[in-house]
């Protein structure tokens, strides 16, 4: 299993980067986890977007799905290998308490939204995913991925303030891919988590690798990554990084 970070400013893309955007791969099976600004152009380094086999979204906030509709239309308007096929429809999974945000998800012959529900498992090609509704000011759902066949297991807070939840949910994830957008001090944040709270949940929870994400554009990042550290200096922490490369 391969992660590939695509986007992970939170808010709005800056320095040519992007925002929220992971590529997460299996089998030869392509997983799109958040579709945020840039994210399209930073998929290609990687991946022709033709070749996308799901998109699973967290939310439906600018950041997380800005580069939605960019994608509908490569799939709409370019042709595979050369000639006049056109891409299969690729299924776009989101919950449905927005549902105005959900209908766009779909477009005729090109991308289909297809609902989850909170406390569902679902299957999509080689992982089963579980949820969590997260903090948010609007409907959010962390995810819990694991690859049925080697039982390895990345989490993604998604965007939230600090919820005991998360350690039960993160329990022994070989990667947690956890929302980061404040330093130490502003914990108890009801929208975003601390380097501290972050770094808490990967300790108490065993994580093996801890990747700060949904960065900050203002402040030392690695001053960010030294608080985690220093509050969880048995896991492995990592900065989020465009076009950073994690086999699992």
Known sequence: MQLTVLG?????PTKNEGTSSYLLESEDFHLLIDAGSASLISLENHLDPLNLDAV??????????????VLQFTRQLKRMDNDERRAPI????GHQEDQENFNRLTLERVTEGVGYEENEKLTIGPFEIDFMRTLHPVPCFALRITEVN???VVVFTADSGYLPEFIPFSEKADVLLADTNLFEGMENHRIHMTSIEVA????E???????LTHLPQEGDLELLKAQAVNEAPETKVTLAKKD???TI
């Open 8 to 12: 992970y400013w939170g808010g709005y």
């Open 205 to 211: 929870a065993q994580v093996n690798q801890l990747i």
């Open 200 to 203: 808490r949940i990967a300790r």
């Open 90 to 93: 690729l299924p776009i999974y």
């Open 56 to 69: 699973i979204l967290s939310h439906y906030h600018a950041d997380h799905i800005a580069d939605i509709g």
């Open 244 to 246: 950073l490369v994690i």
């Open 150 to 152: 080697s039982g390895k």
